[in-house]
């Protein structure tokens, strides 16, 4: 058997070899197009379920067996795009939700001037609040402020309080500050998937004053995935987009390992949440994150490692595909 071939069997073993997203090299991002960042923080959700740190090692655990070919796409991602693991944000205050919000900003400043588009697996949904501080209206969307595809089951623009339970930039409040701060433009941003056990009927109103376009749960049902995607195709067409995928916006039953699980509605499968951010395929997507895992609660075959795994797959293919795009239009 050629050596190809034995490498390539090797390469899917994932219990073989150094851990990295997806046997990427771990270099750093001058020269590549896609970086890849682990992003192990917690302390923005502030409450218990703290081992969301633990999300980027369980991914780069299994991410091995998903190193293949995007068949839909017809693409081999890890060789038209230069692709690499550039590690972790450190975290040398790890309990300090400010400072790390803080660490993360400056890393993703940095990452913005190499030119790397950033794919990230955290950590609670306050990394997004810290990268997009960097990213919006910088190297990476030439000065504009990025437009989010947000699939989650919460806004994360909460308003009514300053803190939650001590964090201020909390995984609750990123979609509100970083539009006061400018660097989102709610009005082509989309948010959906909606679902959560609201605290008040009015738990919608803070995204719709910020001119968030809300498709809940119930409405994408409703209208159905195609309508749902073309809405985010009008919305978003010829933004820099920055796709932000909250887990537990997926069932529970595909996605048990998450925080703040939601699990008296029904919400999207796999296929579903995978058809959602094909609508944004060929755009401007300048980079994405998965967030929410919690792996200390998986199952024994870590179904949802291996299925956030396969999110961040699709952003990657994504952007590479782009990659591939512009490199044919150059010549």
Same mark, same amino acid.
């Given at each position: ?186 009005? *082509?941003? +989309? %948010? ?8 008040? !009927? $009015?738990? &919608?109103? #803070? ?26 195709? *009008?919305? +978003? %067409? ?8 909250? !887990? $537990?916006? &997926?069932? #529970? ?79």
């Amino acid at each position: 058997m050629a050596n190809e071939h034995l490498d390539s069997m090797m390469d899917n073993l994932y219990w073989w070899g150094i851990p990295t997203f997806f046997r990427c090299p771990n270099e750093g991002p001058e020269g590549k197009d896609i970086a890849l960042v682990g992003v192990p923080h917690s302390t923005g959700n502030g409450t218990t379920e703290r081992d969301q740190h633990l999300g980027p090692r369980a991914l780069r655990n299994v991410s091995a067996i998903a190193r293949r070919v995007h068949s839909q796409f017809e693409l081999n991602p890890w060789t038209t795009a230069k692709i690499a693991d550039i590690g972790d944000v450190p975290f040398p205050r790890a309990n300090d939700n400010e400072d790390c919000i803080e660490q993360i900003t400056r890393f993703y400043t940095e990452l913005d001037k190499s030119g790397a588009r950033p794919v990230s697996v955290g950590g609670d949904h306050s990394i997004t609040g810290g990268i997009v501080q960097a990213l919006g209206c910088g190297n990476l969307t030439e000065g504009e402020p990025i437009c989010f595809l947000h699939l989650d089951a919460h806004t994360d623009v909460f308003t009514k309080v300053d803190h939650f339970l001590g964090a201020q930039k909390s995984a609750a409040h990123w979609g509100a500050y970083l539009a006061d701060q400018g660097k989102v433009d709610p009005t *082509h941003s +989309m %948010q959906i998937g909606l679902r959560g056990h609201a605290r008040t !009927l $009015d738990w &919608l109103q #803070p995204s719709y004053d910020y001119g968030y376009n809300v498709v809940t749960m119930r409405e994408s049902r409703k209208r159905g995935i195609e309508d749902v995607a073309a809405q985010i195709k *009008h919305v +978003m %067409q010829g933004r820099p987009i920055y796709i932000t995928f909250d !887990l $537990d916006c &997926l069932d #529970p039953t595909i996605a048990p390992a998450v925080s703040n699980i939601e699990a008296g509605e029904k919400g999207f499968d796999i296929d579903e949440a995978i058809a959602l951010l094909h609508a944004v395929r060929g755009m401007n997507i300048i980079g994405g994150d998965v967030v929410c895992m919690m792996p200390t609660k998986d199952s024994p075959n870590q179904i949802t490692a291996l299925t956030a795994s396969a999110i961040m797959f699709e952003m990657i293919s994504m952007i590479a595909e782009n990659t591939a795009t512009k490199s044919r239009v150059s010549k």
